[in-house]
């Protein structure tokens, strides 16, 4: 009996929360309908500071008063924990987009020892992503895999995006992708690959260059970094 009271409780609480959440993003989508048609809320939650609500727009952030009149753009810090509260809510969108990805989507290069792993955005023609790859065997020998998703920076329509959608085309794509970024040839053929979709997904990521690396708390890195960092990194 107290069993289902409970439960009962919990679905009101539940009920309120999602109907109060709902009447607040009516209410922001109302306030910023006055800046521009295009913005669409997809959240909206407090924050530890009193009267300031954190909006999230697609993968974007922003803060609002609650009366909706007032805009604040930049980031949250916490300095009594030391934590980027701005930047955590970022990490948890990145794994719930990088999630999304299927295991056959992506390229992955592991061992049987693998204990994390990485998402890589990474281009053929590529310099660092090219001295990136050389250190794949290393950083497997560490306990990481590495699943590498394509981003053309030329675009998907250019010649390195189709070269992208060979590699991802071939029966052997970890062969063809290391032989595409050893600038060697591979051989042209069709199927549905994912090029175009995971080149948008790194826009939405806010991928500008590569490699991009993303660790699988969602924390994104500033391009190459030799193996003993990375797993500093990981490890951090």
Known sequence: MFKSKLYFLLCIFISVNISANDELIKE????LSRLSSDFVITDVKETPIDGIY????G??????????????KGEILDIGKRRNLTED???ENRVSLLSSITSDEYIEFATSSTKSYIYVFTDVDCGYCRK???DVPELNSMGVAVRYLAYPRAGVDS????????????????SALTAAKNRERVNS???EAPIARQYAL???LGVSGTPAIFLENGRKLPGYIPPDELIKQINN
């Open 28 to 31: 922001f989508d109302k306030s």
């Open 54 to 57: 954190q909006v999230l727009i």
């Open 159 to 174: 010649a390195i995006g189709e070269e992208m959608r060979n590699v991802w085309c071939a029966n052997d794509r970890q």
């Open 202 to 204: 790194g826009k939405k």
């Open 132 to 134: 990136l790859h050389q």
């Open 189 to 191: 053929k069709m199927c």
């Open 59 to 72: 993968p974007d952030i922003i803060y609002m008063t609650r009366d909706g009149n007032y805009v604040l």
């Open 89 to 91: 809510v970022r990490a």
